[in-house]
């Protein structure tokens, strides 16, 4: 078709389909830049081209023709919402996948698809606490104790809050507070996993006493 037919849009779409399903998305992309050099407008070639870079990681890019397709879009479409924010959580831009996601949320309307939609917002909040965490930074050590904080006050069962939550204050230098945390913790969601976390940090502490009374 395309020898007879250069500038058909849908066989040079297609093409690109064809050869990501078979696993060569390189050439996909190619494909898909053909069609987009005919209509550089279509949604279509936007769509196709994330779906592209997608299938070869590169996230990063595959964000901009999503972010394209929505600016595109007269009404906006709770699913590119989630396509982009499990891009941006890939490429660990949590901010941006929180904000995404926030976004997906206030087009829903439907309450039980709202509930399970909110905790994976929280999952995002988490991840970014996690990457604060991680960075070791002060003023990001304060942030994640802040969204922690939050998370746990949100859903008092949520044992990883209560073990993050610690986890941040004890590397901001407030072992005092991590210790109340993670005994709040225990006390409220009765987990083990918490518990043993409470007890390590007392052996680590040189506190076997305190470990003992925490049995």
Do not use: C
Request: proline share 4%.
């Amino acid at each position: 078709i395309l020898a007879e037919d250069p500038e058909n849009i849908d066989a040079w779409l297609e093409a690109g389909h064809t050869y990501r399903s078979l696993g060569n998305a390189d050439k996909a992309v190619d494909m898909h830049m053909r069609a987009r050099a005919l209509d550089p407008d279509d949604p279509r070639v936007q769509e196709a081209l994330a779906a592209d870079l997608e299938a070869l990681g590169e996230y990063g890019r595959a964000v901009n023709h999503v972010n394209q397709l929505l600016a595109s879009t007269a009404k906006p479409d709770p699913r590119l919402y989630a396509w982009l924010r499990d891009l941006l959580a890939r490429a660990n831009r949590w901010d941006e996948a929180e904000q995404a996601q926030d976004k997906r949320l206030k087009l829903l309307k439907d309450g039980a698809l709202r509930a399970d939609e909110e905790s994976v917002l929280r999952g995002l909040r988490f991840e970014r606490g996690a990457a604060l965490l991680a960075s070791g930074e002060e003023n990001d050590l304060k942030e994640a104790v802040k969204l922690f904080e939050s998370l746990v006050k949100a859903d008092v069962q949520f044992v990883p809050g209560y073990l993050s939550l610690g986890d941040a204050l004890l590397a901001a230098g407030d072992s005092d507070g991590a210790v109340k945390t993670w005994e709040t913790g225990v006390d409220v969601t009765h987990s083990l996993p918490l518990l043993d976390h409470l007890i390590q940090h007392y052996l680590a502490s040189g506190e076997p006493e305190s470990a003992i009374q925490t049995y």
